[in-house]
């Protein structure tokens, strides 16, 4: 941080007090753009924002102690000339300590394979699930439905051996411990950047149930919903605000708000044809690809830029 910038672009793994500061003491020489992608706002609990702020200094990631994190987190809001968020819940919330805030996603370019074109099934229903480990845990709002249909499906989880319970890097234990009690066929895919999507689209359709319970995970944006729909998969859901409204926008009814929601649709998806999986992929691949386009991701940067005075 020694070195003079004109413009700097902090994400939540970045020194989050230590640019905070600099921006106080240099004030419109440097601007400061704050990107905030998930929902943090939402974790409340007085011990994690104690403890998050403590930890993040101990593993140098930060410069300086935050004795409250969630404080550290609006004080960089306030500070900021421009803040990026995902959703409009986040917008909502951090429009208290900054007007000007902007909405983006992420942009997955050339990072994902051919999308998904036969889906013809010679057996099992095939469900993938695809994510961060981390997040694995989410399949047991499912599990009551994956065991009532276990004969006609099978479950294939896309992702890391291992699950890290603090800061991706400590308490590990096994990614299929986090299956346990579900009883349907499961097969385990190591994560793989050149792999994925292949494994992804190998299956028939996708599921992203997300506990509600944990507020992080509930105000997820729909990174994860888009990328499966450029790869041609129809998808499953909780119906989290988030995934429910862009469900909405593309004109499908595949978010669930309850198990029985969960079960007519893996249901459906048993005994769809092949040509009404097609038409579900086509729709939300052209939707995915309109809506979440090189173009639109370049111009809300654009958007950004030209709102602290950049060209």
Request: glycine share 8%; with cysteine; aromatic share 10%.
């Given at each position: 941080?020694?070195?003079?910038?004109?413009?700097?672009?902090?994400?939540?793994?970045?020194?989050?007090?230590?640019?905070?500061?600099?921006?106080?003491?240099?004030?419109?020489?440097?601007?400061?753009?704050?990107?905030?992608v998930?929902?943090?706002?939402?974790?409340?609990?007085?011990?994690?924002?104690?403890?998050?702020?403590?930890?993040r200094?101990?593993?140098?990631?930060?410069?300086?102690?935050?004795?409250?994190?969630?404080?550290?987190?609006?004080?960089?809001?306030?500070?900021?000339?421009?803040?990026?968020?995902?959703?409009?819940?986040?917008?909502?919330?951090?429009?208290?300590?900054?007007?000007?805030?902007?909405?983006s996603?992420d942009?997955?370019?050339d990072?994902?394979?051919?999308?998904?074109?036969?889906?013809?099934?010679?057996?099992?229903?095939?469900?993938?699930?695809?994510?961060?480990s981390?997040?694995?845990?989410?399949?047991?709002?499912?599990?009551?439905?994956?065991?009532?249909?276990?004969?006609?499906?099978?479950?294939?989880?896309?992702t890391?051996?291992?699950?890290?319970r603090?800061?991706?890097?400590?308490?590990?234990?096994?990614?299929?411990?986090?299956?346990?009690?579900?009883?349907?066929?499961?097969?385990?895919?190591?994560?793989?950047?050149?792999?994925?999507?292949?494994l992804?689209?190998?299956?028939?359709?996708a599921?992203?149930?997300?506990?509600?319970?944990?507020?992080?995970?509930?105000?997820?944006?729909?990174?994860?919903l888009?990328?499966?729909?450029?790869?041609?998969?129809?998808?499953?859901?909780?119906?989290?605000?988030?995934?429910?409204?862009?469900?909405?926008?593309?004109?499908?009814?595949m978010?669930c708000?309850?198990?029985?929601?969960?079960?007519?649709?893996?249901?459906?998806?048993i005994?769809?044809?092949?040509?009404?999986?097609?038409?579900?992929?086509?729709?939300?691949?052209?939707?995915?690809?309109?809506?979440?386009?090189?173009?639109?991701?370049?111009?809300?940067?654009?958007?950004?830029?030209?709102?602290?005075?950049i060209?």
């Amino acid at each position: 941080m020694a070195r003079d910038y004109d413009l700097v672009l902090v994400t939540h793994n970045g020194d989050i007090p230590g640019w905070t500061a600099r921006k106080r003491r240099e004030g419109s020489r440097l601007k400061f753009v704050f990107e905030l992608v998930d929902s943090y706002f939402t974790q409340t609990g007085l011990a994690r924002r104690h403890l998050k702020g403590a930890a993040r200094r101990v593993l140098g990631i930060d410069s300086r102690v935050s004795l409250d994190f969630m404080r550290t987190l609006a004080a960089a809001c306030e500070a900021a000339d421009a803040v990026i968020c995902s959703t409009e819940e986040q917008a909502a919330i951090i429009r208290g300590f900054n007007a000007n805030v902007h909405l983006s996603f992420d942009y997955f370019g050339d990072e994902l394979g051919p999308a998904k074109v036969d889906f013809g099934r010679p057996g099992k229903l095939r469900i993938a699930w695809e994510g961060q480990s981390t997040t694995l845990p989410n399949l047991q709002v499912i599990r009551g439905v994956l065991n009532e249909v276990k004969n006609m499906v099978e479950l294939h989880v896309i992702t890391d051996p291992q699950i890290h319970r603090f800061f991706g890097r400590f308490g590990s234990y096994p990614a299929m411990r986090a299956l346990e009690g579900i009883e349907c066929d499961k097969h385990f895919h190591a994560w793989n950047r050149a792999t994925f999507s292949r494994l992804v689209t190998d299956c028939d359709v996708a599921v992203i149930p997300i506990d509600q319970s944990n507020a992080l995970w509930w105000g997820k944006p729909e990174n994860k919903l888009v990328l499966l729909w450029q790869l041609g998969m129809p998808v499953l859901t909780s119906a989290t605000p988030v995934y429910h409204r862009v469900m909405e926008r593309a004109g499908v009814d595949m978010s669930c708000r309850n198990d029985g929601d969960w079960r007519r649709g893996i249901e459906l998806l048993i005994t769809a044809p092949p040509a009404d999986l097609a038409g579900i992929s086509a729709q939300c691949r052209l939707y995915a690809a309109t809506a979440y386009s090189k173009g639109a991701f370049v111009g809300r940067f654009d958007a950004v830029l030209s709102s602290i005075g950049i060209a």
